[in-house]
């Protein structure tokens, strides 16, 4: 879920900082969420009850923290919604789950604070962070080199490009080669989208072939449903999203999964937060409790063994 932004001026009396923070909403995996909210705190921390065994503090993170959030003992982590498995209400209730939120709260606990997921747009999430309502974002963002600009961040996970078809693949389509003169659906804004489709449309002019014939979806189950009813050939998209979808729907498959590459905790430049993050991911990577998180959604093989710090895709 990678998105790309259009190009924008800065208006008088609007902070740089927030002007790019708003162009650099882009290039990596994310998904537009519905409507903003706000989420119970820590509705699913780990720790007893929950499966997660709950992790120790760590102090050596602890004692890097900003002197903001070691008075507040709070972190207001931005997250957005609607894809699971990687972040999701639970049915009927306005309690956030998923690989994103679960990551996060186990950053809180090695960390000893109280994580506060807010609920958010994806669009707005770094323009949130720039304007200090967000500490920080673990939402499945790429690092890029633009991103990287306003903000730090550490590898926590792998996600991929996966392509969902009708069971039984009666178009034929084995990999993104074939996606040529296909109907297929797309998240608005993705990085498939703006990036990945625009070179594989390339690779089929040039072999006299016709261009991929693309349909925009706000979220994945409404490309899902399009795909179900006909409507399209394939849908590409996040392999997490794709392959928690065809265990959940017994009309689709994915085809193939490719291209796989770390996302990030994202957090402010100016926050002074990324060795204490980094730091409280090192030790949450190596620990039981990240393995049973990722166990819990299927995504044992998205782990990461390094928490690196501005490595960008």
Same mark, same amino acid.
């Given at each position: 879920?990678?998105?790309?932004?259009?190009?924008?001026?800065?208006?008088?009396?609007?902070?740089?900082?927030?002007?790019?923070?708003?162009?650099?909403?882009?290039?990596?995996?994310?998904?537009?969420?519905?409507?903003?909210? #706000?989420?119970?705190?820590?509705?699913?921390?780990?720790?007893?009850?929950?499966?997660?065994?709950?992790?120790?503090?760590?102090?050596?993170?602890?004692?890097?923290?900003? &002197?903001? /959030?070691?008075?507040?003992?709070?972190?207001?982590?931005?997250?957005? #919604?609607? &894809?699971?498995?990687?972040?999701?209400?639970?049915?009927? @209730? !306005?309690?956030? @789950?998923?690989?994103?939120?679960?990551?996060?709260?186990?950053?809180?606990?090695?960390?000893? =604070? &109280?994580?506060?997921?807010?609920?958010?747009?994806?669009?707005? /999430?770094?323009?949130?962070?720039?304007?200090?309502?967000?500490?920080?974002?673990?939402?499945?963002? #790429?690092?890029?080199?633009?991103?990287?600009?306003?903000?730090?961040?550490?590898?926590?996970?792998?996600?991929?490009?996966?392509?969902?078809?009708?069971?039984?693949?009666?178009?034929?389509?084995?990999?993104?080669?074939?996606?040529?003169?296909?109907?297929?659906?797309?998240?608005?804004?993705?990085?498939?989208?703006?990036?990945?489709?625009?070179?594989?449309?390339?690779?089929?002019?040039?072999?006299?072939?016709?261009?991929? !014939?693309?349909? &925009?979806?706000?979220?994945?189950?409404?490309?899902?449903?399009?795909?179900? %009813?006909?409507?399209?050939?394939?849908?590409?998209?996040?392999?997490?999203?794709?392959?928690?979808?065809?265990? !959940?729907?017994?009309? /689709?498959?994915?085809?193939? %999964?490719?291209?796989?590459?770390?996302?990030?905790?994202? =957090?402010?430049?100016?926050?002074?937060?990324?060795?204490?993050?980094?730091?409280?991911?090192?030790?949450?990577?190596?620990?039981?409790?990240?393995?049973?998180?990722?166990?819990?959604?299927?995504?044992?093989?998205?782990?990461?063994?390094?928490?690196?710090?501005?490595?960008? !895709?």
């Amino acid at each position: 879920m990678k998105c790309i932004p259009g190009s924008q001026r800065a208006r008088p009396g609007v902070p740089a900082l927030v002007v790019t923070a708003a162009l650099l909403l882009s290039v990596t995996a994310c998904s537009p969420a519905g409507n903003a909210s #706000t989420s119970n705190p820590s509705g699913d921390a780990a720790g007893p009850g929950t499966g997660v065994p709950a992790l120790e503090v760590n102090q050596a993170a602890v004692d890097l923290l900003p &002197e903001s /959030i070691k008075a507040s003992k709070v972190l207001r982590v931005a997250i957005p #919604t609607n &894809e699971p498995p990687t972040q999701f209400y639970r049915e009927g @209730t !306005q309690e956030m @789950t998923g690989t994103n939120p679960d990551v996060a709260r186990l950053i809180g606990e090695a960390l000893g =604070v &109280e994580v506060d997921i807010q609920v958010a747009n994806f669009d707005s /999430i770094i323009p949130g962070l720039a304007a200090d309502r967000y500490d920080m974002t673990v939402s499945s963002m #790429t690092p890029t080199e633009k991103r990287m600009e306003v903000l730090d961040f550490v590898d926590y996970l792998q996600v991929g490009n996966a392509i969902a078809v009708p069971k039984g693949n009666p178009a034929g389509i084995k990999d993104e080669n074939a996606l040529c003169g296909k109907k297929v659906g797309l998240l608005t804004g993705s990085y498939q989208l703006t990036v990945n489709v625009p070179l594989y449309d390339e690779a089929c002019v040039a072999a006299g072939k016709d261009s991929i !014939q693309k349909s &925009e979806f706000q979220d994945t189950r409404q490309a899902i449903s399009a795909l179900t %009813s006909g409507r399209l050939e394939a849908v590409l998209a996040d392999s997490p999203i794709l392959d928690y979808a065809a265990t !959940q729907n017994p009309q /689709i498959e994915v085809a193939t %999964s490719f291209e796989f590459a770390p996302v990030g905790v994202g =957090v402010p430049k100016d926050s002074g937060l990324v060795k204490a993050v980094s730091a409280a991911l090192d030790a949450v990577i190596k620990s039981e409790s990240y393995v049973k998180v990722l166990g819990k959604y299927g995504l044992e093989s998205s782990a990461v063994t390094d928490a690196r710090v501005n490595f960008a !895709q």
